[in-house]
């Protein structure tokens, strides 16, 4: 088999429909009361146990079919997506019947107009309606040219910030007393009222019990694409005027959609508006557990050999850390511990629903018949109580339009519920609120672009941390295949990160197939 180089699609491709020899793209019928244990190999990166249990709800849906589920189990996306490549190639090591993907780029990359790498749904979709069933912006990420090849089974939010009610009662209560003016979370309307609002927390010099300071915001400090999310999802995003669009999206869509003016001065706007994002990250590296002063209060929570989100979350229920940041699958994480935690969106985003779609897509392969995928896709990804109870466990909201109030309630608690209306409000073009697709679907996948997999080193750099990644790259003096200068010095670094931002904005990743 020959691996096609991720690609700009014009994506025709129901000629494949129908493979003569068989292929999975044939899709073919499945037996509806009986599978027979038949084995289904999903593959997928959800790994951790709240994600597991997720996928576990998707799993028992298609056992109750009679179908055995395997799973090709991958630690994270990047290596989902590397893998994927190996798969291609090698014919020794069968693909998957179906795979795990975030809704965008990961799908979009294998779409070619001659040949594409994975199956075009069109038939399925003629037939079972998921045009009419599903939100329009969860199915535009996995379709090219109005040719659909991915189905999504759920939508998350990543402009979000978590933060502990009572903690914070406090120390507005100690703020008082010091004669310190500490705002509300709520009325915290702009990035520069949340770095000041996280400035006079730290004036406080509250400790907790044990003596440790508390810490203002806590962020990963193993993974970088967690400060991926906080920079481009959240700090970008809260800049407005178009500056998260013109990245990702590119500078000639934004003039085709706004007119000419949309850029105000071109490139020296675009870099303007960057560089004081990277001004913010500066900010709140200064504030979290990347700094000196809040480093020792997070050693607790480390996990597997690091700070993780997952520790970032464990410190804010615990009312040792104030705030951090994540995409709000990380109700998952908190669980019952979260009684005094609240979540709201990013200060200066709560015009934007900046979303990723969980989605599953189906990989071109000889051998099968793609019957497998099809129970899939129809019986467990596109059924609405599977949805619904997928929702509950990973904390986010079905792709399916139009469930009734009824419905919601199932969904066990009243904030997945609002959720789920707004992102329905957000459909409407007449509403003020914007619907943007995370930098995950928009941008380069990972592998795909050596240079730009390395922003996300990059912002850990300008946040005041060196990453684990850049750790395990200078122990085992790892090549860079990215030919563009890596700065260690963090202003330094935010010069680079700017530059590969705005060479991102000239040449945006898939464009043919974006609207």
């Known amino acids: 088999m020959t691996l096609l180089a ?145 189905l999504p089974v759920g939508v998350h939010r990543l402009n979000v910030i978590f933060y502990n009610e009572a903690l914070i009662a406090g120390l507005r209560a100690e703020a008082e007393a010091q004669g310190v003016t500490l705002q509300r979370p709520e009325e915290l309307e702009t990035i520069d009222a949340f770095i000041e609002h ?53 500078q000639e869509a934004m003039r085709a959609q706004k007119g000419a003016s949309a850029l105000g001065d071109g490139e020296a706007s675009l870099r303007a508006g960057l560089s004081r994002v990277v001004e913010d990250i500066q ?14 209060a997070a050693e607790p929570f480390h996990v597997d050999g690091g700070f993780r989100w997952q520790s970032a979350l464990d410190m804010v229920a615990r009312g040792l850390a104030a705030y951090t940041v994540m995409g709000d699958w990380g109700w998952a994480q908190i669980g019952a511990q979260g009684d005094t935690v609240r979540s709201m969106p990013f200060p200066g985003t709560a015009h934007a629903f900046i979303y990723t779609p969980d989605s599953f897509a189906v990989p071109r392969r000889g051998g099968s018949d ?45 904030r997945l519920a609002e959720s789920y209306r707004e992102f329905e409000r957000c459909q409407d073009p007449k509403s003020d609120c914007q619907l943007l697709l995370a930098v995950s679907g928009l941008g380069p996948s990972p592998a795909a672009d050596p240079c730009f997999d390395e922003v996300g080193r990059l912002v850990a750099r300008v946040a005041g941390l060196v990453s684990e990644e850049d750790r395990e790259a200078q122990e085992e003096g790892a090549l860079r295949e990215c030919p563009l200068p890596f700065p260690v010095e963090p202003d330094a670094a935010g010069r680079e990160l700017v530059e590969r931002l705005v060479r991102e904005s000239r040449e945006p990743f898939a464009a043919d197939c974006r609207d």
């Open 6 to 150: 991720p690609v700009l699609c014009q994506c025709g491709g129901t000629e494949v429909l129908g493979d003569k020899p068989t292929s999975s793209c044939d899709l073919a019928d499945y037996d509806v009361e009986d599978g027979g244990q038949q084995k289904i190999e999903i593959a997928t990166f959800w790994s951790s146990d709240a994600e597991s249990a997720a996928f576990r709800v998707l799993q028992k849906a298609a056992v109750a079919r009679d179908y055995v589920i395997s799973t090709t189990d991958r630690r994270d996306r990047d290596h989902q997506q590397t893998s994927l490549k190996a798969w291609l190639v090698n014919d020794s090591d069968p693909l998957p019947d179906a795979f795990q993907v975030n809704g965008g780029s990961d799908v979009l990359q294998w779409v070619d107009e001659e040949e594409t790498q994975l199956c075009p749904l069109t038939r399925l979709d003629e037939r079972y309606g998921f045009s009419s069933s599903f939100f329009a912006a969860t199915l535009a990420p996995v379709s090219c040219r109005g040719t659909l090849y991915g």
């Open 198 to 250: 996280l400035g006079a927390i730290a004036s406080l010099e509250v400790q907790s019990e044990e003596g440790a300071p508390i810490v203002p915001l806590a962020l990963d400090a193993m993974n970088t694409w967690p400060l991926a999310v906080l920079a481009f999802e959240n700090v970008m995003a809260a800049h407005g005027g178009g500056l998260y669009e013109t990245v990702w999206k590119g």
């Open 283 to 296: 900010a709140l590296g200064a504030y979290s557990n990347f700094s000196e002063a809040y480093r020792e």
């Open 370 to 414: 793609g019957s497998g995928a099809h129970m899939w896709l129809k019986e467990v990804v596109a059924d609405v109580e599977t949805q619904i109870a997928f929702a509950q466990v990973k904390q986010s909201i079905p792709a399916v339009q139009g469930l009734s109030d009824e419905q919601l309630t199932t969904l066990g608690n009243q």
